[in-house]
């Protein structure tokens, strides 16, 4: 089976192909795609977001599509960075200026204040524009200081507690399990089994 996924973000694809390659589904992402459209994210939730996603990339490439939105909130951020998290410090952003402008954020917050949770919506759509999602979440705290080589984004900030490592510290394959998008991959596995997928 194919499955175009509809990022551009090759950390995401890596691991959206690793998790889905054991299930002998073949991940394509939007580098595939001749003049792939960037679609404007302007939902108001993870939710709205990867299925605006997921619908108009599928019907442009007329093929079974997955799209993720996902992100960091934090409670005494109000739920920042939420659903602006790839663009926290702007639109230019990189992964260093964004986890910079969090720790400014949070510099004034004590340890017990710093609790977070990675969200990740998964959206499967069809030409026909049909569609179903399915969330994930891992909580965790956040650290005033980047450990860890591994991931990407806020990965080398956030702590999981029960293995006392950063997703950046901790090996690939516990975090596939662990993490937001792992734990929706895991709901969208036996869907892309049935049949009729999006029937239902």
Do not use: W
């Amino acid at each position: 089976m194919k499955l175009l996924v509809a990022t551009k973000n090759q950390g995401k694809l890596r691991e959206i192909s690793r998790l889905l390659a054991e299930q002998g589904v073949e991940v394509f992402g939007l580098e595939s795609l001749e003049n792939a459209p960037d679609v404007v994210e302007d939902g108001d939730s993870f939710d709205a977001n990867a299925r605006k996603k997921a619908l108009e990339i599928a019907s442009l490439a007329n093929c079974l599509t997955l799209a993720d939105d996902s992100g960091l909130v934090v409670p005494v951020l109000d739920g920042a960075p939420g659903i602006f998290s790839a663009r926290y410090a702007g639109e230019d952003a990189t992964d260093a200026k964004n986890n910079l402008k969090l720790l400014r954020e949070l510099s004034a917050e004590p340890q017990e204040s710093r609790q977070a949770y990675f969200c990740c919506v998964l959206a499967l759509a069809d030409p026909l524009g049909r569609c179903r999602t399915f969330e994930g979440r891992l909580d965790g705290v956040l650290l005033a200081e980047l450990r860890g080589e591994q991931g990407f984004g806020y990965d080398p900030l956030f702590l999981v507690p029960e293995y006392g490592k950063t997703l950046a510290e901790l090996p690939i394959e516990i975090k596939n399990r662990i993490s937001h998008r792992g734990k929706a991959l895991t709901q969208l596995l036996p869907v892309l089994k049935e049949d009729n997928p999006l029937v239902g």
